[in-house]
């Protein structure tokens, strides 16, 4: 970054440089697609880690809980109205939904620290019928995610986190199948 005095390089967004790290062919520090167009980054849930606490409502006041979810492959979608890759992918997540749902999958979407009248004006725009579970301060999205929107948080039947999605992830093509599938399966018996 030469010829950036001290003040250009603090006005430099974090998206700037993470798609200039990109362009650049580096990696960000081994956090982000080394191509300029990738949308997103898959990430193993690390080793050892439990899954923090899951207990919220959605929109109409039911209560969802991880532990109640027990044997289904659970895909848990953190996102913003104001976020546009968010929007760009709540499509194909309804579409994910309706294709495995009769394979025990359950797609829920965790709105980050948005009013019921925010999410309602955005539902007018964009209509979705996925559960919206609300994280109104925001502790949620921080205990599971970096919070980097969207982030997709994959569980298998188990309620083990697998991976982690960092970005808008196309949910009806190949590589979202070849990350869903796995969760679907049934475990094996002694």
């Known amino acids: 970054m030469q010829g950036m005095t001290s003040d250009a390089l603090r006005r ?4 700037g440089f ?6 650049a062919g580096t990696a960000a520090a081994g ?12 990430k193993p849930w690390p080793e050892g880690k439990p899954p923090p606490a899951l207990g919220l409502a959605d929109l109409d006041g039911k209560r969802w809980e991880l532990s109640s979810l027990a044997g ?10 104001w976020c546009e890759p968010c929007r760009a992918e709540m499509p194909s997540l309804e579409l994910l939904a309706t294709r495995y749902e009769s394979d025990g999958l359950t797609v829920l979407s ?12 955005f539902l007018e725009a964009l209509p979705f019928s ?18 980097v929107f969207p982030t997709t948080v994959l569980i298998d ?12 992830l196309e949910w009806n ?18």
């Open 72 to 81: 289904h492959a659970v895909v848990l979608n953190f996102w913003a109205s």
């Open 173 to 190: 093509g190949a590589a979202a199948r070849a990350l869903i599938e796995p969760l679907l399966a049934k475990s094996k018996t002694a």
């Open 18 to 23: 993470l798609a200039g790290a990109a362009a």
């Open 130 to 147: 996925l559960p919206i579970l609300l994280d109104r301060d925001g502790a949620t999205a921080t205990a599971w995610t970096p919070r």
């Open 110 to 121: 965790v709105n980050y620290k948005e009013s019921l009248p925010t999410i309602q004006r």
């Open 157 to 168: 039947r188990a309620g083990v986190p697998r991976q982690s999605v960092l970005g808008e």
């Open 31 to 42: 956090l982000w697609p080394l191509s300029a167009n990738a949308g997103y980054v898959v």
């Open 12 to 15: 430099t967004t974090r998206r």
